[in-house]
């Protein structure tokens, strides 16, 4: 297990050379170093991982320095692998060295290479101390280092305006979830006097039924602790109230959204909650909410998913909704099968975020799918690998076979029918609305972007591009009149403006064939091991298994077993009849809603309703604070008041200052006189 060390510090290794070497370096030479050092890491996880799986290894803990000593708080840096461990060290290593390798392609005209790679490497580190945490300030030492990592990486281009913004507002929101994770490690430290993870899991079903004094009232201890860590999940993992932050951080590069949404940063929260997961066991109420909160989330985001034109917007909000599901897995008991989503969702998100990359990279930078069209015969590759992915993400699969979510997701919903409380049965039929959205819009992304006409004529990145190659263009053809110069003539009269998108290069290609293959059969081989297996054997403790669950799992109606299915193939039936067979459809459904649809396409109004409710106050508190008490009374009676009195007396200073000798010789007498009067009265 001495590997471990290797795995999370090459990472960082590579993050210092890249970072400091940076230009100097050079940017192969950085890049090498970089993605080298992710695919050994990803090469000594799968190992560990199958180890776990075949039941050959038990759960270690690596010291690597003694850390803090500070009266009854001591705590060292060390290395916690277990099974839980195992899971996340292969969907992080794995999804970032594709990633890195991917970045080759997509990045390569950027001048700032190294400078990438370097914050990759260094997000990967800090996600490895994460999830290799054996106590809960190391876990919030990695849970800090995602956060800065990705602010880094979301405002990559930071001469872009709205990149900046994306990557401030991020930080800002994730610092609010940070607070109450904060808040509940103390608390925890209060109550447990401890802050090792194996320690408070121990002794927290004794606490279950205490109460704990604040404010002058008793508070349920453990609920009080598990809502303030689970505050913190919340921000990390954008869930419904904090979830603000994700849709725009698709300003930053492409590669860094599959990072950031697909297998890592986002699911921090899922994993924390699953590593913690006997604490949370002791808490019906916080249970409840995060059951409650992850359901609404599903259901929120597949609405927005529905109505947005940007590919990685669409995808982003799939990752919102999808991250609803683990949280109302994790809600009913079903630790499992919310780590088994987490899994199969690392691989098949991944690669639709890749495959996005892939077709804006094919289009010019252009990310609006209404300029899309017919593309599956010009990228046939990114075609059927984001195909792959989509089939996962909508969960096709019939008779206990299918793709990746087929298996993940329909064992959350049994899961939660399973659990026979009101609040499970609330989130499985939120879950099953969300999954008929879910294949709705992700067919729909399809359909826009590769069937039906090419429509890439009327986008300016398009013309941008036949604009500027108009030569080289005319080269390829062998004919100048196939190429129209400018801006919105299209010569051709199909849409195409004379545009010939063209396949992403192979150090693109690679990570989206193999991600698609964790797409297509991840579910199907590791199901066994993550949900079937009735004793939880595979976990080996690493979290709370329900052996119960799993047996009311199969014996749940097949009509309920049957419905993610029914819905799913619903929404392909109504994606197809609107993209495909009647595309005036989509726009008169649209008119038919007015303010609905217009009330989710702005997502909810949330960003507006945190405009007027947070921003607008606390600029108004900021003037008020600036102009009436820094300037008014601060700079007023401190610094300009003090300068002002030197000023005034120094000019009436001036005036007793004549030159004329009678004047001095007057004040002299003047000033003889006043102590004489003062001697004689004294």
């Known amino acids: 297990m001495q590997s471990i060390l290797l795995i999370v510090f090459l990472p960082l290794l590579a993050a210092i050379i890249a970072g400091l070497g940076n230009k100097q370096l050079g940017n192969v030479p950085a890049k090498v170093i970089t993605t080298g050092a992710l695919f050994i890491a990803c090469g000594l996880s799968w190992p560990i991982f199958i180890q776990f799986l075949n039941g050959t290894a038990e759960a270690t803990v690596v010291p690597v320095l003694k850390w803090v000593a500070s009266g009854s708080l001591t705590f060292d840096w060390a290395l916690r692998v277990d099974t839980l461990t195992a899971v996340m060290l292969v969907v992080v290593t794995s999804v970032s060295a594709l990633v890195h390798l991917y970045s080759w392609g997509y990045m390569d005209e950027e001048p700032d290479q190294p400078r990438f790679f370097a914050y990759l490497s260094l997000f990967t580190f800090a996600m490895l101390m994460l999830v290799t945490a054996d106590n809960l300030v190391q876990m919030f030492f990695g849970w800090e280092g995602v956060g800065l990592a990705s602010y880094l990486l979301i405002g990559f281009w930071f001469r872009k305006p709205s990149a900046s913004a994306a990557a401030i507002k991020a930080f800002v929101v994730n610092r609010v979830g940070d607070l109450g994770f904060m808040l509940g490690i103390f608390g925890t ?125 669409v995808i982003a909000y799939s990752t919102c909704s999808q991250l609803g599901y683990m949280f109302f897995a994790a809600g009913v008991g079903a630790f499992g099968s919310a780590m088994f989503h987490l899994f199969t969702h690392a691989f098949f998100k991944a690669l639709l975020f890749l495959g996005a990359g892939s077709v804006i990279h094919a289009m010019h930078h252009e990310q609006d799918m209404r300029f899309y069209g017919n593309l599956r015969k010009h990228i046939p590759i990114t075609f059927w690998a984001m195909t792959a992915g989509t089939l996962a993400i909508t969960g096709v699969g019939v008779f206990g076979v299918g793709f990746a979510g087929f298996h993940s997701k329909d064992s959350i919903l049994e899961a939660a029918y399973a659990s026979g409380t009101s609040m499970g049965s609330f989130a499985f039929w939120m879950g099953i609305i969300a999954a008929l959205m879910t294949s709705f819009y992700s067919w729909r992304l399809v359909f826009l972007t590769f069937f039906g006409q090419a429509r890439w004529g009327g ?217 004489i009067s003062w001697v004689i009265a004294g």
């Open 189 to 313: 430290f209060l109550v447990f006097g401890t802050v090792s993870i194996p320690e408070i899991l121990a002794a927290a079903p004794g606490m279950a039924g205490s109460t704990i004094g604040f404010l002058g009232y008793r508070f349920d201890t453990m609920t009080v602790l598990c809502l303030l860590l689970f505050v913190g999940a919340m921000g990390k993992s954008a869930q419904l109230g904090l979830h603000t932050w994700l849709p725009d951080a698709m300003e930053g590069p492409t590669p860094v959204s599959a990072l950031i949404h697909a297998a890592t940063m986002v699911t921090a929260g899922v994993f924390m909650v699953c590593r913690l997961s006997p604490m949370f066991e002791t808490s019906p109420t916080a249970m409840a909410f995060i059951t409650f909160i992850g359901a609404a989330t599903c259901f929120f985001a597949a609405t927005i998913g529905c109505t947005q034109w940007d590919i990685k917007r």
């Open 459 to 675: 986008s300016e990145h398009i013309q941008h591009a036949v604009h500027h190659h108009h030569e080289d263009l005319s080269d390829e053809d062998g004919d100048a009149d196939h190429v129209h110069g400018s801006h919105g003539h299209d010569a051709h009269g199909d849409g195409t403006a004379g545009y010939h998108p063209h396949e992403s290069p192979w150090v693109m290609l690679v990570p989206l064939v193999v991600l698609s293959m964790g797409a297509v059969f991840a579910g199907y081989i590791f199901q066994h091991a993550f949900v079937s297996d009735g004793m939880g054997e595979f976990w080996k403790g690493a979290l709370v298994f329900h052996e119960h669950l799993i047996h009311a799992m199969h014996g749940i109606p097949e009509l309920m077993k049957w419905m993610p299915f029914i819905v799913m193939s619903i929404g392909l039936v109504i994606a197809w009849y609107g993209y495909i067979k009647n595309t005036s459809f989509p726009a008169a459904v649209a008119e038919q809603l007015g303010p609905v649809y217009t009330f989710v396409y702005r997502k909810w109004m949330f960003d507006e309703l945190y405009h007027y409710m947070f921003v607008v106050p606390a600029f108004w508190i900021g003037k008020v604070f600036w102009k009436v008490l820094d300037i008014g009374v601060i700079d007023r009676f401190g610094p300009d008041g003090a300068a002002w009195a030197v000023a005034k007396g120094s000019t009436y200073a001036q005036r007793v200052q004549s030159g004329y000798l009678y004047s001095y010789a007057l004040i002299m007498l003047l000033g003889l006189v006043g102590a």
